[in-house]
Every structure is written in structure tokens, then in C-alpha cells.
């Protein structure tokens, strides 16, 4: 799987202002910033993430998935170098 691939699967689910991920085809870290976090605390929000994936976490086609969630309102808050 891609990048791009592994983008639009967690982007056609979940509405997000920023999507950008690193990885190696199956290990991935992810920073995901979405509207849709608001008031979830950070599990709730991985497993928001985790359900766009569906089966492909299960078939090991997403080995692993590691990410930094954030409501826009966090994002805006961070530098961004």
C-alpha cells in the first residue's frame, strides 16, 4: 500500500484538514488532524482512525499504523516548523 492509497482510505471516512504520513509500505506514522476528533480523548480517536482501515489492518496489507491526532484547533496551536 501507498502512501496516497493509505491517505484516501482514512480521508473517504473521515473528514480531515491535513492528512501526512511516512512509512515503508506496511509501517506507518501518521499525522491526522480532523474536526471529527473534537471531544474524543486520543483513544477514541485512534479507533476512529483504526475504522477506516478495516480489514486491511487485520490482513497485515497496514502492518502497523502509529499517529498524532489533533482537532484543528490543536493543530493550529502547534508549530509547524
Known sequence: MTADE??????????CEHIALEGDGRHW???I???AFEGLRPIQRHQRV???????I???EVHALSM???TP?????QSHG
Open 58 to 60: 487485520h490482513t497485515d
Open 73 to 77: 484547533a490543536e493543530w493550529a496551536q
Open 6 to 15: 493509505l491517505k484516501a482510505l482514512i480521508a473517504a471516512q473521515l473528514p
Open 33 to 35: 488532524v480532523s474536526p
Open 68 to 70: 498524532k491526532t489533533y
Open 50 to 56: 483504526y475504522a477506516t482501515l478495516g480489514s486491511k
Open 29 to 31: 506514522f501518521a499525522t
